[in-house]
């Protein structure tokens, strides 16, 4: 079992920055690969980004690359996504993930593959 605990939503201005953070317990923090997911109303779960057990191994949705980066510290059992150059568009609740295994090929990116999940924290970004 795998607890996931987000943190550091808000309301941001368009072209601003947040950092998200979550935390992990129930399981050793380095045994997991961890992802980003975000929710919009009215909207599918889409994928952002995912990082692998040692950290060497980041992907991300195309809509965020160049924009976000995913990071982990395994001291500290916690996971972060720094959101800079915000969008509008970006507007959703986002979810960590975490699955004991990084899939190949475009299965990384499917919510279906990760068995743990956290509730989730707010991001609005205003134009």
């Known amino acids: 079992q795998v607890q996931l605990v987000e943190s550091g939503g808000g309301l941001v201005q368009a072209g601003g920055s947040l950092r998200l953070s979550c935390t992990a317990s129930?399981?050793?923090?380095?045994?997991?690969?961890l992802g980003w997911f975000r929710q919009a109303p009215g909207k599918e779960r889409e994928f952002v980004a995912v990082i692998s057990k040692s950290g060497e191994i980041t992907k991300y949705a195309d809509s965020v690359k160049g924009r976000f980066t995913i990071s982990r510290d395994n001291a500290k059992n916690t996971v972060y996504l720094q959101m800079d150059t915000l969008k509008p568009e970006d507007t959703a609740v986002y979810l960590c993930?975490?699955?004991?295994?990084?899939?190949?090929?475009?299965?990384?990116?499917?919510?279906?593959?990760?068995?743990?999940w956290g509730q989730g924290t707010q991001v609005t970004v205003s134009s």
């Open positions: 129930g399981r050793t923090f380095s045994s997991v690969v």
């Open positions: 993930a975490a699955d004991g295994v990084l899939y190949s090929g475009s299965a990384y990116s499917r919510s279906r593959n990760y068995d743990y």
